[in-house]
């Protein structure tokens, strides 16, 4: 399995909700990442997860909360957030020692 | 923050020609990678260019890199239609364990 799965494909949500974001994968990468990507720009890392334990925080505001469940899983809680945030969120993986990251489909978030 | 600078920004062609990106940096890198995102999608990577590599083939895709002039260029030979996309270049810093994209060339190719 070659695949990073993202879910939901689409969320709509109001300011004052609390919703998660999804990513799996199954290919033993040790290295998980979440990505934010506005329209015509290029992904800017928000987190980077390596052996379950998070390794980077691009000072990312705290109403995005990521969590590790497991090797395979990884999550990104939001709560209040702002029109703003409205945007493709990516998730990626890579093993440990190389850098290549596959990257799952996104989910397009809309804050109204 | 994102040290990479691709132009053009935008690049249409027709079908059959080739096409040309190019991509500058600013630091010191081990590699450099690029990726294909088709219309709001997730990325997908084409090929990845060592700092000791001077060029680079796969397939219909050819990479050079210049790390004295801090710079790369990905050619895309006989292009197709399906070649339509977002093209970002990423560099893999010394000493960092994250990549840093380029702004994006955004391909059409024109039936």
């Known amino acids: 399995d070659t695949e990073v799965t993202q879910t939901p494909k689409h969320l709509v949500m109001g300011m004052t909700n609390k919703k998660s974001l999804k990513c799996e994968q199954h290919m033993g990468h040790r290295a998980m990442y979440w990505y934010k990507q506005k329209a015509k720009k290029p992904p800017e890392l928000m987190f980077v997860?390596?052996?379950?334990?998070?390794?980077i925080n691009e000072s990312v505001p705290s109403r995005f909360s990521p969590e590790c469940p497991n090797s395979s899983l990884l999550n990104l809680h939001l709560h209040a957030l702002q029109p703003e945030d409205s945007a493709l969120y990516l998730c990626?993986?890579?093993?440990?020692?190389?850098?290549?990251?596959?990257f799952g489909p996104g989910t397009r978030l809309t804050v109204l | 923050s994102q040290q990479g600078e691709e132009d053009p920004q935008a690049l249409s062609i027709q079908e059959g020609e080739n096409a040309t990106m190019n991509c500058s940096y600013k630091?010191?890198?081990?590699?450099l990678q690029w990726y294909r995102q088709n219309s709001g999608r997730g990325l997908v990577h084409l090929i990845l260019?060592?700092?000791?590599?001077r060029e680079k083939h796969s397939g219909r895709l050819r990479v050079t890199l210049d790390t004295s002039k801090k710079s790369s260029s990905l050619l895309i030979t006989a292009s197709r239609a399906a070649d339509t996309a977002s093209y970002f270049c990423a560099t893999d810093e010394e000493g960092a364990q994250k990549l840093v994209f380029g702004q994006g060339t955004r391909l059409t190719i024109n039936p």
């Open positions: 990626a993986s890579s093993q440990d020692s190389l850098p290549e990251q596959f």
């Open positions: 997860y390596s052996y379950e334990k998070l390794s």
């Open positions: 260019i060592r700092s000791n590599e």
């Open positions: 630091t010191s890198i081990n590699n």
